[in-house]
């Protein structure tokens, strides 16, 4: 029976995101052989390989500034903006050559398990940089014990420049992603045979491949986590939230891109909507022949429409088009008709606009206008078969998705 390997990425503070990846993999029943990882994917593979998915979850459920530095070093910011945190990491480097991560020693031996890691059927590897030698070290269950586990694991997450480098019998040790930062290779010479990879997306060098036979699924977010140096619980548990997801969706047991849907909602949803949709749409345009309509056909969508049925993607996209512009929450898993209900009720929420104010505001502060006001505009004119067709062109998001919303109201809802 072939091994699988689990390779996680580094990206500090978005490393939550592998702990959802690994909570799907266990409802799947994906059985893991060997785990490798680089930085914080060190960090969150020795919790993995000694199969300890409540330590991970108590980590990343608490994690904020205070546990991992000094308050001297790094003082409390309420509610810190991104600038803010990025310029308390530079007088970090400046005054003191990085932050100390020596809180992290302490909260090591918290979360590793020593007979639970060695015991363990997964096997387990990692990558830091000696930066003294200036040469990659790998280290893996066979030449890692109870005395050294600590030091290396540590080193592997110590983000130089915005950590201080970590000393090991007086050599400097820096992350891993100096060298690799997604670590299949590693993975492949512990026997993997199936590589199931992780990638944060974040800063670091990634080595070539030097086995293309193994077969190599790749789960990477596909929603905007927050920045890797931003250590916040309630990023950590939306993360966790998104890594589900996404894999979720990865192995076709859920829908959808950017949001997240039951099996089969969407084309349930699809085949009940669409022609309804469509004929709507035609009705809108069939009496209209100029050079303006000529241009809203250039859209992708419109072109569907032209040629033939709307495609199922497009539609979907459409869907998630309408989450956006609404602010529903991009780590839920939704049922699309309690998604449709929200649609709904977010509109009716919506107050009116009026279209003197919309063209105000397209002259002086398009990018200020809310999306929500010109989809409530739009729905009033499909309602009243009033189109002002020339608004489609800036906003034909907006459009579609006041048509969605219009397509998929129950009959009795009439604002």
């Not at 608490?62 to 991104?82: A, R």
């Not at 977010?221 to 939306?238: C, I, T, Y």
């Not at 250039?298 to 429409?305: A, G, N, P, V, Y």
């Not at 939704?334 to 009716?348: C, F, Q, V």
């Amino acid at each position: 029976m072939s091994k699988t390997g689990l390779v996680l990425s580094g990206g500090g503070a978005k490393g939550a995101y592998e702990i959802g990846v690994y909570i799907a993999l266990k409802k799947l029943r994906k059985k893991i052989d060997i785990v490798t990882g680089t930085s914080i994917g060190a960090i969150n593979g020795m919790l993995i390989a000694q199969k300890d998915l409540k330590g991970a979850l108590k980590f990343w459920n608490h994690v904020n500034f205070k546990t991992i530095y000094d308050e001297k070093e790094f003082p409390p910011m309420e509610n810190p903006k991104l600038a803010q945190v990025y310029i308390q990491y530079a007088k970090g480097f400046i005054n003191e050559g990085g932050l100390d991560i020596y809180k992290m020693k302490d909260m090591f031996d918290d979360y590793f398990k020593p007979k639970r890691f060695f015991k363990s059927n997964i096997d387990y590897g990692l990558v830091t940089y000696n930066f003294t030698k200036q040469k990659p070290v790998l280290k893996t269950k066979s030449n890692l014990n109870k005395e050294n586990m600590k030091d290396y694991v540590l080193a592997s997450a110590s983000c130089y420049p915005a950590f201080k480098p970590y000393i090991i019998n007086n050599e400097m040790y820096i992350d891993g992603g100096y060298y690799d930062n997604m670590p299949i290779n590693l993975a492949i010479d512990l026997g993997a045979e199936e590589i199931i990879a992780v990638d944060l997306r974040a800063i670091g060098f990634k080595k070539e491949i030097k086995d293309k036979t193994v077969d190599i699924t790749y789960i990477t977010p596909q929603n905007k986590l927050g920045s890797f140096l931003v250590f916040d619980k309630k990023e950590a548990r939306r993360a966790i939230k998104l890594g589900y997801n996404d894999t979720m969706k990865k192995y076709n047991k859920l829908d959808g891109d950017k949001y997240t849907f039951k099996k089969k909602n969407l084309i349930k949803n699809y085949n009940k909507y669409i022609d309804s949709y469509e004929e709507k749409l035609k009705n809108i345009f069939k009496s209209k022949d100029s050079k303006l309509l000529n241009k809203i056909f250039e859209t992708s969508i419109f072109k569907d429409f032209i040629h033939s049925k709307i495609l199922y993607n497009n539609f979907t996209k459409i869907i998630e088009t309408a989450g956006r512009i609404f602010g529903f929450d991009d780590s839920n898993i939704y049922n699309i008709k309690s998604y449709n209900k929200g649609l709904l009720n977010a509109l009716s929420s919506v107050e009116d606009i009026e279209i003197d104010k919309i063209k105000k505001q397209i002259k002086e502060l398009t990018n200020l206008i809310d999306r929500r006001k010109i989809v409530k505009h739009f729905y009033n004119e499909i309602k009243e078969d009033k189109i002002t067709f020339k608004y489609i062109i800036p906003f034909t998001n907006e459009f579609l998705v006041a048509l969605y919303i219009y397509a998929v109201k129950p009959s009795r809802i009439t604002y």
